[in-house]
């Protein structure tokens, strides 16, 4: 007895001593880029969470970001957080970067940034130089500016640009434009470059677009792409009058961008060139708004570029970021491209050459348009992929819609039917909105070729009036100020939209004191844009508007503007009842075939339960945020507005778990591994389409 004894404690010291020795069996797994990785393929190689034990999911941790607007519920978070070596890098509900412990979820630091004008982040972007006593640095854009903060302390890097950040307004100034610039979509590293877009206004009097990268130790500019090209630059020609660059901006990089790091290719979607629904100001095809365009990553030079929607009026710049994977044609293994849009499409090219991997046809549209606007004759439209219905007629109509007849007569004096009408005077409706179809969410990838892409399909109608001239210097009342700068999207009645995404505005001075709507106006919140370009006489003409004062403030505006038009809103269609008026699903969740570009399927994603309780099948919801896809064959995604969080099974797009978040999550979640144990986390702010915000990151685990 007393041999096998020490038998067993020889081998028990044996396998102490070589356990010390080993390496982990199981290394951390990263999360440590948005979405994921350079290619934004939302995938990751973990499988302890799997389609057998995905039920016992649970709570693991939860963070309060703090910050959360639990007044008006406008505050949003929509971040993809980054996980770099146990430590998790997130934004908060107003606007801080902060790091965790990603095991407990305990506070490691967290800013104190009062300059960030209004930003709703969708997280951070890491970055180190390797070395033994790396420099390792979060990159965040707050307002217009880009901080490089220390990855250990969260303090500013004083020696990176001004004192720890960039101003991204310099060297986007034309004539005539406003202020507002940001970047609220993690950027792209690449060596030692950060290569950045940005966000600027969707008006006559946005910034340029300009493509920048910059050195990230020092913060200087390296080099610029002109998305509005000068003169000697190609694409200078699709533009009248010249030089463009003086009178328009947009044309921006705002949704992200993919890196291919072996070849040194960046591949980055553009925007609209402002004004988004009328270009009578800016005829011809207007490259390079509305692109896939490919870099050099080192130069930024142009390798290729694909115009999605030529002369864009209708807001169609492509949603998210691109997606790189390899796909497999004739027997031949390609390393592709794929980029989702707004409209349902998914264009797909070789990610070297550019060319086209499905059939696209160039296809003549109506030519339809309100005076002084002219169109481009044709549009591409592929044969496919696609995911989303491409049209609205009143047989669309839902069969439990109220009011129908009267639906029924508002769309037949509407315009309807089919992709690309121009806007009139007349109500035009667009099918998917304005919003999508794809949205900033993106898709997911998987190593075997298979795109998972949410998308919303809810009618939104809107249509073209008069703008009232004005000279620069001219006196205008409040009411005509609001006009120019909120109608649009708050409504000329203030209403707002039905989903609350544009909220009403009657009885404001009710809810918010006079200095607390002009900080909303300084620094913005959620969808709505900082206005702290407007002098301050035009802001207080505008409060004054607002809280319906027997006397109101005239002021002599400060730009002009060579639009004579402006929209009616972004009228998301919903009945009485306050449902969508078309047929569902409203959200879908489905999975393409990339190598055959067929459909294999789609789900409804989110439900209304008070309609499954009335016997209606899953309808499906509006929807924000994108998918994660897991080596062991599953799908997780939030997005939905009934504050769902649910895993399905990409085999066959059967749901197989849900749980209750604290707040909708509309961002895209993210997993990770640490000793062994795998997580995914996902950030609650909702704050849109009716719901409430929250400040909350929830970790999920097995027991």
């Not at 694409?235 to 992200?256: L, V």
């Not at 348009?369 to 047989?395: C, M, N």
């Not at 969080?645 to 978040?661: E, P």
Request: a positive charge.
């Amino acid at each position: 007895m007393k041999y096998l004894l020490l038998y067993a404690l020889t081998i028990g010291a044996f396998v102490f001593l070589e356990n010390q020795f080993l390496p982990d069996p199981t290394p951390d797994t990263n999360w440590a880029e948005y979405n994921g990785d350079g290619t934004r393929s939302h995938y990751s190689p973990l499988t302890q969470i799997a389609p057998q034990n995905v039920h016992q999911l649970q709570v693991a941790w939860t963070y309060s970001s703090g910050g959360a607007d639990t007044v008006l519920n406008r505050t949003q978070m929509q971040c993809n957080p980054i996980v770099i070596d146990g430590t998790l890098y997130g934004v908060s509900a107003n606007t801080q970067a902060f790091a965790l412990d990603a095991a407990t979820g305990q506070e490691r630091w967290k800013t104190s940034i009062s300059d960030n004008g209004g930003t709703t982040s969708r997280g951070v972007t890491y970055w180190t130089d390797g070395t033994p006593n790396a420099d390792n640095r979060i990159f965040f854009g707050a307002g217009k500016w880009l901080y490089a903060l220390d990855a250990r302390t969260g303090k500013p890097i004083e020696s990176f640009g001004e004192q720890g950040r960039i101003d991204l307004k310099k060297g986007l100034e034309r004539p005539g434009a406003d202020n507002y610039v940001l970047s609220n979509t993690p950027n792209t590293i690449f060596k030692n470059l950060i290569i950045v877009g940005v966000r600027v206004a969707e008006s006559e009097t946005a910034l340029l677009g300009d493509i920048r990268a910059y050195d990230t130790r020092t913060g200087k500019l390296v080099w610029t792409f002109h998305t509005i090209p000068q003169a000697g630059e190609f694409g200078y020609e699709t533009w009248s009058p010249r030089p463009a660059r003086q009178h328009i901006g947009g044309a921006n990089a705002w949704a992200g961008m993919a890196i291919d790091r072996q070849r040194g290719i960046v591949y980055i979607p553009t925007g609209s060139a402002a004004y988004d629904f009328y270009g009578g100001n800016r005829k011809g095809n207007n490259l390079f708004a509305n692109c896939l365009l490919a870099l050099d990553a080192s130069t930024g030079k142009r390798l290729w570029h694909y115009q999605l929607v030529h002369h864009d009026v209708w807001d169609r710049d492509p949603p998210a970021p691109p997606n790189l994977l390899t796909i497999v044609q004739n027997g031949k293994r390609i390393d592709a491209v794929a980029q989702i849009t707004k409209q349902g499409y998914v264009f797909v090219f070789d990610r070297v050459t550019g060319k086209l991997l499905f059939p696209t046809n160039e296809q003549p549209v109506s030519q339809q348009a309100i005076a002084g606007e002219q169109l481009s004759p044709t549009q591409p439209i592929p044969v496919k992929p696609y995911f989303s219905r491409q049209s609205f007629t009143e047989k669309d109509f839902n069969s439990f819609v109220a009011n129908r007849d009267s639906l029924i007569a508002v769309l037949r004096k509407g315009r309807t039917g089919k992709a690309y009408i121009p806007l009139t005077q007349d109500m035009t409706v667009f099918f998917p909105g304005t919003d999508g179809g794809g949205q900033w969410g993106g898709a997911a990838t998987d190593p075997e070729g298979t795109l998972y892409v949410p998308s919303k399909e809810i009618p939104v109608y809107t249509s073209l009036v008069k703008r009232e001239q004005n000279t620069s210097g001219s006196a205008l009342t409040g009411a005509k100020l609001y006009g120019l700068r909120c109608a649009a999207c708050h409504g000329a009645d203030r209403r707002g939209n039905h989903d609350g995404s544009y909220p009403s505005l009657i009885g404001i001075d009710k809810r918010l004191s006079d200095g607390q709507i002009n900080q909303l106006l300084l620094k913005g919140r959620g969808m709505m844009p900082s206005f702290v370009h407007l002098p301050e006489a035009e802001r207080k003409a505008i409060i004054d508007f607002l809280d319906q004062k027997a006397v109101q403030s005239t002021v002599a505006t400060t730009q002009q503007t060579d639009v004579p038009y402006q929209h009616t809103g972004y009228n998301r269609w919903y009945d009485a009842n306050g449902y969508p008026v078309s047929t569902p699903p409203w959200g879908t969740l489905t999975a393409i075939d990339l190598n055959t570009g067929d459909r294999r399927w789609q789900v409804p994603l989110g439900e209304y339960p008070e309609l499954t309780k009335r016997g209606v099948p899953l309808t499906g919801t509006d929807n924000y945020g994108g998918p994660l896809v897991t080596a062991s064959k599953l799908l997780f995604i939030a997005a939905s507005r009934d504050e769902q969080f649910r895993v399905f099974d990409v085999k066959t797009g059967k749901q197989l778990w849900q749980a209750k978040l604290p707040a909708a999550g509309y961002a895209s979640p993210s997993t990770y591994s640490i000793k062994g144990k795998q997580f995914v986390v996902i950030a609650c702010g909702g704050g849109k389409l009716n719901t409430k915000s929250g400040d909350k990151y929830v970790a999920f685990s097995l027991p």
